[in-house]
Nanobody, 121 residues
Framework: QVHLVESGGGLVQAGGSLRLSCVVS????????MRWFRQAPGKEREFVATINWSGGSTSYADSVKGRFTISRDNTKNTVYLQMNSLKPEDTAVYYC??????????????WGQGTQVTVSS
């Protein structure tokens, strides 16, 4: 059974920073692509950032580019999202997502329970 557990959310003033963490258990961590998504009240879940298995390739939504950084530590089975220069519009529940692969393609998608980030103006 695969489990993803996020942490690090909270309340911060605009311009502040937070670092989210997501610990993955139950599968070989390095054989996956990790993503962060977020969902604001009344809105659909949206992509935030992604990182490949080695950490050598990352991609970001335009809305967070230059402010957020995704990284991973395969020795700790953990992916991070460093969020700087936070804005009130970054307020959302942030979800960690893992897609595992084998030699033939994707083998499963898993989600964490989410962590709330609230940015006050």
């Amino acid at each position: 059974q695969v489990h993803l557990v996020e942490s690090g959310g909270g309340l911060v003033q605009a311009g502040g920073s937070l670092r989210l963490s997501c610990v993955v258990s139950g599968r070989t961590f390095s054989s996956n692509t990790m993503r962060w998504f977020r969902q604001a009240p009344g809105k659909e879940r949206e992509f935030v950032a992604t990182i490949n298995w080695s950490g050598g390739s990352t991609s970001y939504a335009d809305s967070v580019k230059g402010r957020f950084t995704i990284s991973r530590d395969n020795t700790k089975n953990t992916v991070y999202l460093q969020m700087n220069s936070l804005k009130p519009e970054d307020t959302a529940v942030y979800y960690c997502h893992a897609r595992f692969y084998n030699n033939y393609g994707p083998t499963g998608d898993y989600w964490g329970q989410g962590t709330q980030v609230t940015v006050s103006s």
